[in-house]
């Protein structure tokens, strides 16, 4: 299947129509048919844009730019996640080059979850930038058309310049710091060009509302698409792990316990995502950003809830195409 | 990371190590060449395990590390800070550029002058310009412009409860 031209991801954002995007994790073996089944099963027809992480929490997986091109093959649009922990500019530049090369349109931009916590604790973290230097870099090279050393982008000298016209995506975790601060460092994200804006799994509406308003006070809720995390809990266990043991994550107490004392675990889990949704819909968003952790069977049916959801409140999308298309 | 004095001369080192001292003690300095505390509330943002220049990363939680949970995260300091003067905060919303590695391990004071490597604020004379906005600034990128009265930035009309 020949690549798409442009992002649909994209023109979708533009006509501001609400998207569901979803986070896939690359198996940890050299496994396509596990990709392709996957995206096939739960993804297609689901997802307006399919996350692909880059060795998330630091655990080696299969590229993110390798998966990338195998939903493009599968008629989905990727968003490719970069992080600055393994790569240095050289490495992150050449990744991007062969990401467009080969039809990948979206990049979120990350700084990357450290080594200490991954499979892998002795590797030397790269950190060669942060995330919003790799946001200036990418954002340089689609309105430039020129590489981090100043460089032209041309594939010899008497060739056109070529601007890779990216989206670009950053993260935000809009818990744990003051939002006033977290909301200067947004504001950074988008003058150096971000696009859009995926947020941590949100389980805390009133610290997320406070976020939003500081958000609101620079103009940001306008000037950058955001697309809230939501993050479905299968178990009181799971919840309480990601709580304790996953870097940047807010879990309200009572929010555990509502999971503790649930008769049917997973019904309770999907009903807490969608009060969320619901409460989140509320707000001007672009969309909603799904984590499936563990879980990537609730994705047809989470999708379909959300998309009506959204809809009742007057949101206008596009069905996504299934898969082969 | 190779530290860039040891392949300096005698004078170069003796200088390195006196002003290495002072700067440890007073801003837990790490000598990466490029001094720019002076855009990170007087505090050192080397100090983060991921070398963060422009903001906490998604980890910092409540005022501590993601890496070294006992550690407090170096970025909520450096906000915290901010708020004493109002020109320290104004210069913390500058972008801090990507970090010249190949200056790590050097003198900052002798980068300034006389080896004139950086400018005074801690950059390179000619940093990578950054791009100024995204697609949605551009006149041509069909972002749906905010009504007159503004009701499309309007927030959760329930949020206020
Ligand atoms: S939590 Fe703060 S100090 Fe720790 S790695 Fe993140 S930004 Fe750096």
Redesign the interface.
Known sequence: MTPPASSTL?RKL???QFVLTVEMVPPRAPDLENITRRLQKFFAGNADGVNVTDCASAILRMSSLCASRVCIDEGLEPVMQLTCRDRN?IGLQSELISAWAMGIRNVLC?????V??GDHPTAK?V???????LI??V??M???GKY?S?EEIRTSAKSDLIKMDW??GG???P????PE??A??M??K??????FLQT?PVYDIEAF?AW??AM?AR?L?????ILPGILPPKGAKGLEYMKTSV??M?VPDATIRRMQGAADAQAEGRAIALELVDRLL???IAGIHLYPVMWESVIPELAAEIRGRAAKTGRTMDSVAPAGT | MFHQIKHRGLLYRIWYYVERRIKELMFDCHMCGQCVVRSTALTCPMQC???????????????QC???PERR?I??QI?RRSRRFEWMRRK??G?????D?SLFGSSAWLNIWPEKKIALGGHAFTP??????????RPD????A?TADGS????????GR
């Open positions: 994209r533009e006509a501001g500019r990350l700084t990357g979850d450290h200490r916590f973290p950190f060669d930038m942060d995330s919003t230097n200036a870099m954002s340089r689609r309105a430039e981090c100043g989206l670009i993260a935000a975790n818990f744990g710091n003051e601060d977290l200067l460092h504001d950074k988008r003058r150096a060009g971000a696009d941590q509302d939003w308003r609101e103009g809720h306008r000037s950058l698409k870097p940047g807010h509320a707000y001007p | 395990p991921k070398q963060m220049r422009n903001g906490p990363c998604g980890g910092s939680m409540d005022g993601e890496v070294f995260c970025w909520t906000h913390l919303a972008i801090q550029p990507a970090i590695w990578a310009p950054v791009p100024s906005g995204n697609i949605w600034d990128a069909g972002a749906p905010p499309a930035a309007q927030s959760n009309p329930e949020a």
